[in-house]
């Protein structure tokens, strides 16, 4: 029995079988995510002056891979335009680039979320509070790099607003008061120590809930195009119109990853 519709577009809609149920896919999507972004928007936007953690993540990093999935979402557009110019040999060029552009996300976002996880937020018993990252580790003390020693008046995962402006200006000026090199902590000397995972604040358990799901998305995504790109690419002798069809639906899918992306960008890194 020969399903309808697979190529040719159905009367009502307009639409073939599997643009259909992407976009009502999609619809899914963006109730899902459109409930996380309001939980943190409402949760930012009540904060108190002050109370928010900010310039925690690394603005840079998280630049590059904003620009790697924008220039996904022009490889991936091209090798559904080279299927339509009936040129096989490009659609193999721009659907790699783009699964390669997909393997650079993901690998940067756990190069991130490493240096999240390996960096210790403690509380000493005198009431100042040390934050770096973790290098060394014995049964009577920690030894943190490049640390950064302030007051403990805020929670876990905060650094304060002059912490950060007397910082620039230290290193402006060429100093850095702020940092040694490394810095040999007693445990007999910590009252609370945590690193910097989705249980270390509010801020922290919203950043990771919401990249982890995307780079979920970007990994399902990614093996998606692999699998076309492979073995998923014989379907072009048999049936080359059903085959661009579904190269187009899994490019809608990658262009409400990237779209995702850049919406939590500027929220997460830049505000």
Same mark, same amino acid.
């Given at each position: ?25 999609? $619809? #899914? ?7 996380? @972004?309001?939980? /943190?928007?409402? !949760?930012? +936007? ?34 559904? $335009? #080279? ?7 490009? @659609?193999?060029? /721009?659907?790699? !680039?783009? +699964? ?172």
């Amino acid at each position: 029995m020969e399903v309808p519709y697979t190529v040719k577009n159905r009367p009502d809609t307009g639409l073939y079988n599997a643009k259909i149920g992407i976009w009502l896919f999609l $619809a #899914s999507e963006v109730m899902l995510f459109g409930a996380l @972004f309001s939980s /943190y928007i409402l !949760l930012r +936007v009540t904060a108190q002056e002050g109370e928010w953690p900010t310039e925690l993540l690394n603005v840079p990093i998280g630049t590059v891979n904003t620009l790697v999935l924008i220039l996904s979402s022009v490889t991936v557009v091209m090798a559904w $335009a #080279s299927l339509k110019l009936n040129n096989f040999k490009k @659609f193999k060029f /721009y659907q790699g !680039l783009t +699964v390669i552009c997909a393997m650079i996300f993901v690998m940067i976002k756990s190069y991130e979320y490493r240096d999240k996880f390996t960096h210790h937020d403690v509380i000493l018993t005198n009431g100042m509070r040390v934050d770096g990252h973790l290098v060394e580790e014995t049964s009577e003390y920690i030894v943190l790099s490049h640390p950064l020693e302030y007051p403990a008046e805020k929670g876990i995962g905060y650094r304060p607003t002059a912490l950060h402006e007397a910082e620039e200006e230290a290193n402006a000026h060429g100093g850095g008061h702020h940092h040694t090199e490394d810095r040999k902590i007693m445990l007999s000397d910590i009252e609370k120590r945590t690193n910097w995972g989705p249980w270390a604040n509010t801020y922290f358990a919203i950043y990771f809930t919401l990249t982890g799901l995307h780079a979920l998305h970007v990994i399902g995504g990614a093996l998606v195009m692999a699998y076309f790109w492979g073995p998923g690419s014989r379907m072009w002798k048999k049936n080359p119109e059903q085959f661009t069809n579904r190269i187009e639906v899994s490019g809608l899918f990658w262009h409400f990853v990237d779209l995702v992306w850049i919406f939590l960008f500027p929220i997460l890194y830049l505000l």
